[in-house]
């Protein structure tokens, strides 16, 4: 049995642009969502220098916010609180209707498996065990056990056959790597964006669909997510989950600086 946790987290997001921006609109997934192993309460979002913004959900269920600055400006700072109780299941959800998660069956872009870990697949033997969640287990264990981790050998266009070819990379390249084994093995997997205590910033992880539930699997860790995970969206591969989208007027280059603060008080 999992202990339920209160977890007080804080998002803050500051884009610095080299020279001044004027019609600025932006996506934002930066919201936790209410599932089965997790509710959030006191949500409040700061957006500077907003003329206009709106709440949504996307085709994944995530929530997201749309908005729009008119106005000049060299920065954009977002900055999000909240409280989330955590631990109140061990699995995501339960979806009986496979047509629901057939999308996360097949290979996307970014997740599209070549020589290298078509052969480490081969090489993991998943005929031996007979249930999803073992193959699933196994993988993420073997995974963890193969694969490096290591910032600045991997950016967020990098491919899972690409990280896999290097043998290093971060959160994103294991779970996209993880993502591609499964579906290999006809499992449904979904990519997942979130943060876990003590890391200071954005999070991956994978949720693969056994024997009707969504379970959570940190194959950066070799963990299987807890009560110290607080999930933000989860999509086909990292490109459904980006934080923060937009496009303005201006040439310009900016400056991303991403912090997450998550204080437990039990």
Same mark, same amino acid.
């Given at each position: 049995m999992i202990k339920i946790k209160r977890l007080n987290f804080r998002y803050d997001l500051a884009s610095n642009f080299h020279c001044s921006v004027t019609n600025h609109r932006f996506t934002l997934k930066c919201l936790p969502q209410n599932t089965a192993r997790q509710k959030i309460e006191d949500i409040k979002l700061f957006i500077n220098g907003v003329e206009y913004r709106q709440n949504a959900t996307d085709s994944f269920g995530n929530s997201v916010v749309y908005g729009c600055i008119s106005e000049s400006h060299d920065k954009f700072v977002v900055s999000m609180t909240g409280t989330a109780f955590t631990g109140l299941d061990i699995f995501e959800e339960f979806q009986p209707d496979e047509t629901k998660s057939v999308i996360f069956k097949y290979p996307t872009p970014l997740t599209t498996p070549g020589n290298g870990i078509e052969n480490y697949f081969k090489s993991l033997e998943l005929e031996k065990f007979p249930r999803e969640y073992e193959k699933? *287990?196994?993988?993420?264990?073997? *995974?963890?056990?193969?694969?490096?981790?290591?910032? @600045?050998?991997?950016?967020?266009?990098?491919?899972?056959?690409?990280?896999?070819?290097?043998?290093? @990379?971060?959160?994103?390249?294991?779970?996209? &790597?993880?993502?591609?084994?499964?579906?290999?093995?006809?499992?449904?997997?979904?990519?997942?964006?979130?943060? &876990? &205590?003590?890391?200071?910033?954005?999070?991956?992880?994978?949720?693969?669909?056994?024997?009707?539930?969504?379970?959570?699997?940190?194959?950066?860790?070799? *963990? *299987?997510?807890?009560?110290?995970?607080?999930?933000?969206?989860?999509?086909?591969?990292?490109?459904?989950?980006?934080?923060?989208?937009? &496009?303005?007027?201006?040439?310009?280059?900016?400056e991303l600086d991403v912090n997450v603060s998550i204080n437990d008080e039990q």
């Open positions: 699933v *287990l196994h993988i993420m264990r073997e *995974l963890h056990k193969d694969f490096a981790y290591k910032k @600045g050998e991997t950016t967020v266009s990098t491919t899972a056959e690409e990280a896999f070819n290097k043998g290093c @990379g971060v959160c994103q390249d294991y779970a996209q &790597i993880m993502t591609a084994l499964c579906r290999m093995a006809k499992i449904p997997v979904r990519y997942v964006t979130g943060a &876990i &205590i003590g890391e200071g910033y954005s999070h991956a992880w994978v949720e693969a669909l056994c024997n009707g539930f969504w379970y959570g699997f940190d194959p950066t860790n070799d *963990l *299987l997510v807890n009560n110290q995970y607080i999930k933000i969206s989860h999509g086909r591969d990292y490109s459904d989950c980006v934080i923060n989208k937009g &496009i303005f007027n201006g040439y310009n280059r900016q």
